[in-house]
């Protein structure tokens, strides 16, 4: 049968007090008895009724009464210590268990569905370290709820952009209020590139969730790949915007050059959107037994209550940029699980002059180190 902690704390708190009690009395009385037995010893002979030598002889009456005074003794202390310990027991089963109800019952609220439902940590260390811990559950949750939302409403935006251009002209073409030219002919194969682009990132995403990403693990070295992505972001730059390399040191490491340039790119692609004017720079450096790579532009930078969001998947910082020029919020999100793959970490801050700085670690080949 369950016992809820309340019965249990109540009876190991009584049961500890009856049997230290009863061990105490046991110890008093068979003292008593002991020194009774030796006092009775040094008696001469003959004096008192009944009384003489030995641990055989009768003991007097008011050695009789002593005796049983003590076991009364004993047994009025034994009732009263369990009484107090019953009372002392409840109290602390009390303490106990009262924080612990609060927190059930919260976990049935953010179980219903109320994800801003929070606990006031109270009762012993251990217990205000769960309420803690519990807050902060609720707290990721939330979190993870919020951006789940934000998943779905940015899906469905980034598909019904091109796929209401694409009804919008086909319903024209089909009607012959639209001729079906190459230029429209044109317009609808890059809706269709869009959704299909779309569809690629999504599909790699959820590789990237799933740990199923598929890599080459060989010699590379990342400040080559990093100058060559520097060369290929500076061909796209736009007027104005120039694309600097401060890559000379090598970094060998070993992983997938293939999606280590993929980080790169979208950091860089990421940078380019955000700098309208200024420079992009990509720098290389070593520290301690770890490469670093890290792209610094001179563009708006990131908001305070965004930096922690920025490899967060479909998370753009202006909700208002379109695709063309804010990206689907995918490629960050999958570079970060690259270079976590790689036994690296991501980071992004803004830099002490303006801009931002995003960039990642990954640990130097060992023979490098």
Known sequence: MKRSLLFYAFLAIVAVSLASVGLAGLITRTEASSAFDSYLQTLPLGM???MGAGRHVMMGGAEQTF????????LIGALVAVALAAIVALAIAYYLTRPLKRLTAAAR???????????????????????????????SLAESEELRR??????????????????????????????????????????TRQLSRLVDDLQELSAADAGNLSYRMEPTDIAEVARAEAARAGARAREGVEVVCDCAVPLPVTGDDGRLAQVLRNV????????DAGTITVRCAIEGARALVEVTDTGE???????????????????????DTGGSGIGLAVSRRIVEDHGGEVFARNGVTGGAVVGFFVPLARDAR
Do not use: C, W
Not at 159 to 166: Q, Y
């Open 268 to 275: 860089l692609d990421n940078a380019l959107r955000h700098t």
């Open 301 to 323: 930078g990131i908001p305070r209550a965004d930096l922690p969001y920025v490899f967060e998947r479909f998370y753009r910082a202006d909700a208002a940029r379109a695709r």
């Open 48 to 50: 008192g009724a009944g």
């Open 67 to 74: 005796l049983g005074s003590v076991d009364k003794g004993i």
């Open 109 to 139: 609220t953010v179980a219903d569905g109320d994800l801003t439902h929070r606990v006031d940590p109270a009762g012993p260390l251990e217990v205000r370290r769960l309420g803690d811990a519990f807050n902060e559950m609720a707290g």
């Open 150 to 191: 934000r998943l779905v409403a940015d899906v469905a935006h980034e598909l019904r952009t091109p796929l209401t251009s694409l009804r919008a002209q086909a319903e024209g073409i089909a009607e012959g209020v639209l001729a079906p030219d190459p230029a429209r002919l044109a317009s609808l194969a890059d809706d």
